[in-house]
């Protein structure tokens, strides 16, 4: 396909796949998946997660798939394809806008695991360390200003210098090798924490659902946190259907990619839950549990220190895999839309979004305040707007063609067709207006 290849494209289906989870599997499955859960009561929260990824997140995986593989456009162009002369663009406006706002707090977070993969380097994790003194290591990288904002810059660098040289070369690459050889680390750590002397309370914490702890909060954040690990809500798998030819099969592809990031979600939560209950922390601890809890797990493990530097830098890379993502997002968009050159663009925006990230860095309260906002309610939004996108302007019937053309048609498309057009739409709604008070009764 002369657009396809003038553009980039993934190499192959496996090259697909390793990005589109590289995307998905990040900081959201190690980092605030466990602080998210962990606020919200363990196990509730984790079955309304599970919950929200079957019903809702998946359908909208497959929607952003197709729109992108059908447009073969980054998100404003890929709704002025399909949808000439309408307001729908928008849509993929809001979206190039949530993906630099979440960017902006995300390197931050991201730059806190460079920090500890240095300090690892050094040994700092070989020998024991008591819960005060892991927070107090926490707090000399994220509360010290120049440190963090530093580190920021260093991973916004690196995000760039692989955008910057296109799908192929950069996203494709990074993704194929490291990303099996993460999985096996998580799985050797999560035996280490759950064999740990008390740690049946934390697999309790996951596990034993109390439905009485279901409330509306408990719900709207299992919901935003799913948008969120999958990377949906804001055009990343639209913009990386794009990059995908129309002779491959795509439900596979969207499977094992959803499977894939929600393990790894659920090994984080195996990981941090055990160790953390066994050293007797608190699980609502809020988004520096687990950069608190892990170093209590990798001293009580043979060559922990070597673990400990291992682990970091693939947890860095996976987060690179994500940014990465997010990044090229807003880069395509000026690209494709505006002619920019890449090289420029990807410097320039990474600059400004370097900028919108120093409040981050400087205070803990903005950086949650931008990841509840951008993180939560801005991609369950563009969630549903994507669904009504596809359920009543583009169509269904359109949608479904679209993924067929593959070879491999969706599996219970009619059901999906129902989800895409009603129950998301719905759920999502009730849900928001729950939020904002215009259900009388419920309570936040
Ligand atoms: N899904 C990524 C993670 O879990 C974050 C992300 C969100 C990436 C939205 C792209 C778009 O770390």
Redesign the pocket.
């Given at each position: 396909m002369a657009a396809t290849s003038k553009r980039g494209a993934f190499g192959s289906r496996l090259g697909f796949i390793l990005a589109a989870a590289g995307?998905?599997?990040?900081?959201?499955?190690i980092w605030?998946f466990p602080y998210t859960a962990g606020q919200h009561g363990g196990a509730a929260f984790i079955l309304v997660y599970l919950i929200c990824v079957v019903v809702i997140c998946l359908p909208v995986l497959f929607a952003e798939l197709a729109i992108g593989r059908a447009s073969q456009m980054s998100p404003v162009g890929a709704f002025a394809r399909l949808a000439p002369r309408s307001p729908w663009p928008l849509v993929g406006a809001l979206g190039v806008i949530t993906?630099f706002a979440?960017l902006a707090f995300?390197a931050v977070v991201a730059g806190w695991t460079l920090g500890y993969l240095g300090r690892a380097l050094v040994g700092r994790f070989a020998g024991a360390m008591t819960h005060d003194q892991s927070v107090a290591a926490f707090d000399a990288i994220s509360g010290a200003p120049v440190v963090s904002i530093a580190l920021t810059a260093l991973f916004l660098t690196l995000t760039a210098l692989v955008v910057r040289s296109g799908v192929q070369g950069g996203i494709e690459m990074a993704s194929k090798i490291l990303m099996p050889v993460f999985f096996v680390l998580l799985v050797g750590l999560a035996v280490r924490s759950m064999t740990l002397p008390g740690a049946s309370e934390g697999l309790r914490f996951l596990f034993h659902v109390d439905l009485s702890k279901i409330t509306l909060s408990v719900v709207v954040g299992a919901l935003g946190q799913a948008f969120?690990?999958?990377?949906?809500?804001?055009g990343?798998m639209i913009t990386y259907g794009s990059y995908l030819s129309h002779d491959e099969r795509l439900p596979g592809a969207a499977f094992s990619v959803a499977a894939a990031?929600t393990a790894i979600a659920l090994l984080a939560g195996l990981i941090i839950f055990p160790a953390l209950f066994a050293a007797g922390g608190d699980p609502s601890g809020g988004p520096g549990l687990v950069f608190v809890v892990l170093p209590s797990i990798f001293h009580q493990l043979p060559l922990g220190g070597v673990f400990a530097a291992a682990f970091y830098a693939l947890l860095a890379i996976?987060?690179l895999t994500?940014t990465i993502?997010?990044l090229e997002?807003v880069v395509s968009y000026f690209v494709d839309e505006k002619g920019w050159s890449r090289e420029r663009t990807t410097w320039l925006v990474t600059f400004a979004c370097f900028l919108l990230a120093v409040p981050s860095a400087l205070w803990g309260s903005f950086l949650d305040w931008q990841s509840v906002i951008f993180?939560n309610y801005a991609?369950t939004i563009g969630a549903l707007l994507i669904c009504l996108f596809v359920g009543w302007k583009w169509g269904v019937g359109s949608a479904l063609a679209e993924i067929a053309r593959g070879g491999a048609p969706l599996p219970l498309g009619r059901v999906w067709g129902l989800i895409v057009r009603f129950l998301a739409p719905l759920a999502i709604i009730v849900i928001l207006a729950g939020v904002v008070g215009l259900i009388p009764g419920v309570e936040f």
């Amino acid at each position: 396909m002369a657009a396809t290849s003038k553009r980039g494209a993934f190499g192959s289906r496996l090259g697909f796949i390793l990005a589109a989870a590289g995307s998905a599997i990040g900081l959201g499955n190690i980092w605030r998946f466990p602080y998210t859960a962990g606020q919200h009561g363990g196990a509730a929260f984790i079955l309304v997660y599970l919950i929200c990824v079957v019903v809702i997140c998946l359908p909208v995986l497959f929607a952003e798939l197709a729109i992108g593989r059908a447009s073969q456009m980054s998100p404003v162009g890929a709704f002025a394809r399909l949808a000439p002369r309408s307001p729908w663009p928008l849509v993929g406006a809001l979206g190039v806008i949530t993906g630099f706002a979440i960017l902006a707090f995300y390197a931050v977070v991201a730059g806190w695991t460079l920090g500890y993969l240095g300090r690892a380097l050094v040994g700092r994790f070989a020998g024991a360390m008591t819960h005060d003194q892991s927070v107090a290591a926490f707090d000399a990288i994220s509360g010290a200003p120049v440190v963090s904002i530093a580190l920021t810059a260093l991973f916004l660098t690196l995000t760039a210098l692989v955008v910057r040289s296109g799908v192929q070369g950069g996203i494709e690459m990074a993704s194929k090798i490291l990303m099996p050889v993460f999985f096996v680390l998580l799985v050797g750590l999560a035996v280490r924490s759950m064999t740990l002397p008390g740690a049946s309370e934390g697999l309790r914490f996951l596990f034993h659902v109390d439905l009485s702890k279901i409330t509306l909060s408990v719900v709207v954040g299992a919901l935003g946190q799913a948008f969120f690990s999958l990377s949906l809500g804001m055009g990343a798998m639209i913009t990386y259907g794009s990059y995908l030819s129309h002779d491959e099969r795509l439900p596979g592809a969207a499977f094992s990619v959803a499977a894939a990031d929600t393990a790894i979600a659920l090994l984080a939560g195996l990981i941090i839950f055990p160790a953390l209950f066994a050293a007797g922390g608190d699980p609502s601890g809020g988004p520096g549990l687990v950069f608190v809890v892990l170093p209590s797990i990798f001293h009580q493990l043979p060559l922990g220190g070597v673990f400990a530097a291992a682990f970091y830098a693939l947890l860095a890379i996976a987060a690179l895999t994500s940014t990465i993502s997010l990044l090229e997002v807003v880069v395509s968009y000026f690209v494709d839309e505006k002619g920019w050159s890449r090289e420029r663009t990807t410097w320039l925006v990474t600059f400004a979004c370097f900028l919108l990230a120093v409040p981050s860095a400087l205070w803990g309260s903005f950086l949650d305040w931008q990841s509840v906002i951008f993180g939560n309610y801005a991609l369950t939004i563009g969630a549903l707007l994507i669904c009504l996108f596809v359920g009543w302007k583009w169509g269904v019937g359109s949608a479904l063609a679209e993924i067929a053309r593959g070879g491999a048609p969706l599996p219970l498309g009619r059901v999906w067709g129902l989800i895409v057009r009603f129950l998301a739409p719905l759920a999502i709604i009730v849900i928001l207006a729950g939020v904002v008070g215009l259900i009388p009764g419920v309570e936040f």
